[in-house]
Nanobody, 122 residues
Framework: QVQLVESGGGLVQAGGSLRLSCAAS????????MGWHRQAPGKERELVAT???????NYADSVKGRFTISRDLAKNTVYLQMNSVKPEDTAVYYC????????????????WGQGTQVTVSS
């Protein structure tokens, strides 16, 4: 099917920047949406940002103006540029990709990455 590999997490001071990457690989026929979600300790997973292949983007109110999602369509890769980070941005960030893969036929997929930890110190 489709595998996602995330990178770029780590420890950053409040007010700093971090860039996450997620590359999709496998028998991809078409990707419709790539995005990022996050889950903080004791909280539910929440949407951070999504990017549709059509060009539209969507952001959580809490990150608007600070985070930017972008895509490299040729590389099936999505990025999340995180600026002016805050301690409340601390969470495990998960990449999510929706589309179709090619098997004996074309089938839909909804894949998640393994998660990358982002810790913001105050």
């Amino acid at each position: 099917q489709v595998q996602l590999v995330e990178s770029g997490g780590g420890l950053v001071q409040a007010g700093g920047s971090l860039r996450l990457s997620c590359a999709a690989s496998g028998s991809i026929f078409r990707i419709d949406t790539m995005g990022w979600h996050r889950q903080a300790p004791g909280k539910e997973r929440e949407l951070v940002a999504t990017s549709a292949t059509s060009g539209s983007t969507n952001y959580a109110d809490s990150v608007k103006g600070r985070f930017t999602i972008s895509r490299d369509l040729a590389k099936n890769t999505v990025y999340l540029q995180m600026n002016s980070v805050k301690p409340e941005d601390t969470a495990v960030y998960y990449c999510n990709t929706v589309g179709y893969y090619r098997d004996y036929s074309v089938r839909p997929f909804d894949s998640w990455g393994q998660g990358t930890q982002v810790t913001v110190s105050s």
